[in-house]
């Protein structure tokens, strides 16, 4: 954007692993404002809740799971199949959090400790979005509603479509622009009041491309995208949750966790950037 040199500096990469069976999948993140512990979601529907120890530098030197529950339906059944693919991630507070299932596609409210979901729509509002290609993102917005992003552009060449929500009421929203042959992966806004785009491209020979967009949100548009990173082809691994919080100085950290499709030459990864303006 004119006027404005920002980039994105690594801080640090770190490989996550636990001996648990739940463990991988993770599609959604979380940190905590001061990055001591985080949050995550995976495919098989469970959330986790992780401590983590950061050397002098900030960078992480470990992470331990605090616990992990799996997630319950509509009707109070631990979740499975077409209900459990959980797949974005948003944090009001500690003990409140929304999840973006696809599938059975659906945006929930929990209020942990417990996993019973507070449902914030009608059972049926996006029917038209079941499978697996829907609600890939989930970002509170700067006037507390909720923002959804979906996977796919509408059509060849367009934009990412959004959803808006407010309570129950849920309405489309502006597109995000320009999506280039990326997919959508996950979003946050940022304390800058723009929104933090997570993006990821896939070549069966080549491996993962990531990308990391930033827009300006006003009046109830998007502005023109901002690359803050693009990574080369098979640098990462399948990126698909995005946390933006501060550290103890104040400085902005980007952080991302990959999704391993529980597969064995996939690992759990999670990546951090300074945000450098």
Do not use: C
């Amino acid at each position: 954007m004119p006027g404005q040199a920002a980039e994105l500096t690594l801080r640090g990469s770190y490989e996550w692993s636990e001996e648990s069976p739940d463990f991988g999948g993770f599609s959604g993140l979380a940190m905590m404002r001061d990055g001591s512990a985080f949050m995550a979601v995976s495919d098989k529907g469970t959330l986790w809740h992780a401590s983590v120890v950061r050397d002098a530098g900030g960078q992480i030197s470990n992470i331990a799971s605090d616990w992990h529950d799996r997630l319950l339906d509509n009707k109070g059944r631990p979740v499975e199949g077409f209900t459990s693919d959980a797949e974005a991630l948003a944090m009001v507070r500690e003990g409140a959090v929304f999840v973006g299932f696809e599938g059975y596609a659906r945006i929930s409210a929990f209020y942990l400790p417990g996993m019973m979901p507070k449902p914030m729509h009608e059972w049926d509002r996006f029917r038209g979005l079941w499978g697996n290609a829907g609600i890939e993102g989930l970002a509170i917005m700067p006037d507390g509603g909720l923002l959804a992003v979906l996977e796919q552009p509408a059509r060849l060449g367009a934009g990412f479509p959004t959803l808006i929500g407010k309570g129950k009421n849920w309405r489309p929203g502006p597109s995000l622009p320009d999506s280039d042959g990326f997919s959508a992966s996950d979003a946050a806004f940022g304390p800058d009041g723009r929104l933090y785009l997570l993006e990821r491209r896939f070549g069966y020979l080549t491996g993962y491309e990531t990308r990391i967009r930033r827009f300006p949100y006003a009046s109830g548009a998007f502005g023109p995208g901002e690359v803050l990173l693009q990574t080369a082809r098979g640098e990462l691994d399948n990126m698909e949750g995005i946390s933006i919080w501060a550290d103890l100085t104040g400085e902005t950290v980007i952080s991302l966790i990959s999704d391993d499709n529980f597969l064995p030459i996939q690992n759990t990864i999670i990546v951090e950037y300074d945000l450098v303006e």
